[in-house]
């Protein structure tokens, strides 16, 4: 599965959790980075498949 790219905001918040907010480990930043990016992934398949759906299904 080919996940999005990192946008600006899921830098910033990895910089900011691992460099500037020392409260979690940084492999369980990157963790959740993963874990946002997938779910980010299979909404956006799941948002265009189901607009292609609306299209076909309109009537003309």
Do not use: G, N
């Not at 080919?2 to 990895?14: G, H, S, W």
């Not at 292609?52 to 309109?58: I, P, V, Y």
């Amino acid at each position: 599965m080919q996940l999005i790219d990192f946008t600006a905001e899921e830098i910033r918040r990895l910089l900011h959790q691992t460099l500037w907010h020392v409260q979690h480990a940084p492999l369980t930043v990157a963790a959740h980075s993963l874990w946002r990016r997938t779910h980010q992934t299979i909404a956006k398949r799941i948002h265009y498949k189901k607009r292609q759906r609306q299209a076909l299904e309109a009537p003309p």
